[in-house]
């Protein structure tokens, strides 16, 4: 660890000087203003924030004992205590001269739970994504925080390295269970852990805005903003007329919410808790960007059809239109009970009745009724599996197919061009990497509800909350939505379909494996038993996407297609508990993967595959538990000093039990009970 702080200069607060803060000029705006409509004029100095905090195990409660500020990378100032760096703040506010200082914080949600307690925030201070999600907030008028964790979707080590910082984060070199208060003295090895978060975020921000031609007027503020800045640049060539034609209106909006899903995980219920032996997991290659390349989606006007009946959809589908019903079903049972992978999920349906006993991990093998909400592809897929009784449609909208915009299309045929071409070259790693999160961002920005929850601040209880309706500041979603219309150049049914289309070419990959075969499936991946050929799957796939130019060449000069099925790895043995829950061992060990649970410490605690079965504690690998402690202001004695703790969020190691529901447990054990069993 030596030498580490050689090439940093540390100024401890007592000995800063705010004058240096003279030297840096005003964000010079580009020609036009291009890409910012941002009020505040900006000081072109990059600063960071960072606390570290102690917490009291006994109360449950933390508090911050050192404090580390950088100026534009050129030198950190170090204090130890709130009221020191309040005036600091104040210092450095005299020389501003009416410009706003940016401040980057690596998870700004963790340090303003400890900022509001030594700062009164006012409501149009915070901007946050949900009530626990900060993306920036305002302190004396004229210091503006930014999380880089949203700006980056990256924790601090993997941006610090991925953006070529000079003084990347120091990893594993920290004893956070050491209680240290604000009079601790420090090791230079300690001090070098704390000041390297922040000259290396400093240096990573500047990088990047280099790296884009950006300045802190228009650097995005959340990691989707690149691909949105892109997006709004490819629609600029379409139709205003046309794209206002696509979008639904607020009643259709309703029922595309309703409708929307995420990607198809399920685990064979016929195979959970068993250790099965020689399993296969094949992967779609870039299965969202596919079906944005190769797929139709709605666009086209949305129209009502009044009193639809099955034939009506058919002939929807025939003549080339999309659709998204409402429907209510009598008597819903699988035609085939041998399936694994039943498709109708409990938690986007309505009214059910007569389900129990007859839920598969959350989705729906029977019911005696049920109320629904898709899209034609799901529908699809619905009565590919099951049969009913009575379809009664109490809601029909629908609107003809097409492609999506070409030069929508050109902007994500470019990403996996260049992700594609720039894999392994360490020349251009900063370019392959945004291209690569720029192609997977998409689909996000296209799924994005057009509708945001307002999120506010109460100065009072010093707490975010969602408004309800009935609060003042509470918005009417119809008012809402439809000043979203002004401004949209996407539509929201885009992002719908996206998922339906990767849903149904996942489901034709089931469909191959078969029930018998089919153990796993997890959005664009599908694990299974035996020998299965894709050839013609994979040919299908191959021709959509040569005829789109959804193709790039790698550095070895292979040819790579969208939507093909590829061959990700073999599994000696796999076992899984449902859902997000799943072991296996191949040639390089044991690997698990379980939702809340620590990725690369859940190995070496679980130890083997036998293992991994109800009732087992991860305990190094259970992960932290946030403990809010909201208007909090007390005074304790520590070595003869008085500590006062205000509001803080308090980290807690947690542990991770693994088990199923009781629910689940039933139809399990219902299973051997009728002797169905197809391993």
Known sequence: ?????????????????????????????????????????????????????????????????????????????????????????????????????????????????????????????????????????????????????????????????????????????????????????????????????????????????????????????????????????AMRNVSYRWLQECLPDYNTYILLREAFRGGNTHASRFYVRKIVRDVTCVDRSSSYPDTQMNCRFPCGPWRILEHATQKDLQELTADGYAYVIRVALENVRLKDYRRGDPYLPLSKCRHVHGEEGNLDNGRILACSYCEHTCTDIDWKILTMQYDFDTVYIMDCRYSHYGRLPASLRATISEYYRLKTELKGDPDSDILYMKSKNKLNSLYGMSAQDPVRTTIYYDPMTKELMEAQEGDPEYKDPRIEYEKSLKSAFFSYAWGCWVTAWARLRLQEAIEIVGPEDFVYCDTDSVYYVGEHD??????????????????????????????????????????????????????????????????????????????????????????????????????????????????????????????????????????????????
Not at 61 to 90: A, D, H, K, P
Not at 185 to 210: F, K, T, W
Not at 565 to 576: G, I, N, Q, W
Not at 592 to 617: M, P, Y
């Open 1 to 233: 660890m030596s030498g580490l702080l050689d090439d940093i200069i540390i100024i401890p607060v007592e000995k800063f000087n705010a004058v240096t803060m003279l030297q840096y000029e005003e964000v010079k705006l580009p020609a036009g203003n291009r890409g910012t409509k941002k009020k505040f004029r900006y000081l072109d100095c990059v600063c960071a924030f960072d606390i570290e905090t102690t917490r009291l195990p006994e109360i449950d409660q933390s508090f911050m004992y050192i404090w580390q500020f950088c100026v534009n990378g050129e030198f950190v100032v170090v204090g130890r205590t709130w009221s020191e760096y309040l005036q600091m703040l104040q210092k450095i506010q005299r020389h501003l001269q009416g410009c706003t200082l940016v401040i980057y914080v690596h998870n700004l949600s963790y340090e303003f739970s400890f900022l509001k307690g030594v700062y009164d925030f006012a409501p149009e201070d915070i901007f946050a994504l949900n009530p626990r999600k900060i993306a920036k907030c305002r302190m004396y008028g004229q210091f503006e925080y930014r999380c880089s964790y949203v700006h980056s979707n990256m924790d601090l080590l993997t941006y610090t390295s991925k953006f070529h910082a000079k003084h990347v984060k120091l990893a594993d070199t920290y004893d956070y269970e050491k209680i240290r208060y604000p009079w601790t003295p420090l090791s230079p090895e300690e001090l070098a852990y704390c000041v390297y978060d922040v000259q290396g975020l400093c240096e990573a921000i500047r990088n990047e805005m280099d790296h884009d031609g950006d300045t802190l007027n228009t650097i995005p503020l959340t990691s989707t903003g690149y691909v949105r800045r892109d997006a709004k640049h």
């Open 534 to 679: 894709f050839t013609d799957y994979n040919l299908k796939r191959a021709i959509d996407s040569r005829g789109t130019g959804a193709v790039a060449t790698d550095a070895k000069g292979k040819k790579h297609s969208m939507g093909v099925l590829e061959f990700d790895h073999f599994c000696t043995e796999f076992k899984t508990l449902g859902a997000k829950k799943y072991v296996y061992t191949d040639d390089d060990g044991l690997h698990v993967t379980i939702a809340g649970v620590v990725k690369g410490k859940a190995a070496a605690e679980l130890g083997t595959i036998d293992n991994f079965k109800d009732g087992f504690v991860f305990v190094k690998a259970g992960g932290i538990e946030a403990v809010y402690n909201d208007n909090v202001c007390k005074a304790i004695r520590r070595d003869g000093h008085e500590l006062v703790i205000t509001d803080n969020v308090c980290l807690r190691p947690s542990t991770y039990t693994l088990g199923i529901t009781a629910e689940y447990e039933r139809l399990l054990n219902g299973l051997d009970v009728l002797g169905v069993d197809i391993v």
